[in-house]
């Protein structure tokens, strides 16, 4: 096994790397089928119209950008959620002849996450947390 596999390495390759790496048109082995773009001048108009309509859906196939346009409907969807939110919580308008004023619980808990980090309940305990640990610069009590 070891021995092939030394002599297969110490082998030198079929052809030299350096004559088949720079391609050009005279030594390209992938020969084009046809040659493009096509002269317009020889071509009948129902096979140029064929050929320009081949060539606009090439282009708009190329210069697609999935990522790009996944992003910009993200952050079409993030503004109007955003918009809808401040209208129906925040804004103070007049809705088919009657005023609207969100309620100011509705601004105060969406101010606060509906609770969350209400400064108001800041520091209490929850009813099944283990007690606290007492202040350090107290000693226990033995």
């Known amino acids: ?8 390495m110490a082998a030198s390759a079929k ?24 002269n317009f001048k020889e071509l009948t108009v129902q096979q140029q119209l064929r050929f320009e309509k081949k ?12 990522r790009w346009e996944k992003g910009v409907k993200l952050a ?3 503004t109007i ?4 939110v401040w209208i ?18 509705i601004r105060r808990k969406t101010n606060y996450l ?4 209400d400064p108001e309940k800041r520091y209490e305990r929850r009813k099944d947390a283990p007690p606290p640990p007492p202040p350090k610069g107290e000693e226990e009590s033995k």
């Open 88 to 105: 129906l919580f925040y804004s103070e308008f007049e809705w088919w002849g009657q005023k609207y004023k969100p309620s100011e619980e």
């Open 15 to 38: 052809e030299p790397l350096l004559r088949r790496a720079p391609l050009s048109v005279v030594n390209n082995p992938y020969k084009a089928r046809k040659v493009w773009p096509p």
């Open 1 to 8: 096994m070891f021995p092939t596999l030394f002599r297969r």
């Open 114 to 117: 509906f609770g969350v980090v």
């Open 55 to 66: 060539y606009k859906r090439r282009i708009m196939l190329a210069s697609r950008s999935p």
């Open 81 to 84: 959620v955003a918009a809808l």
């Open 76 to 78: 079409q969807l993030i």
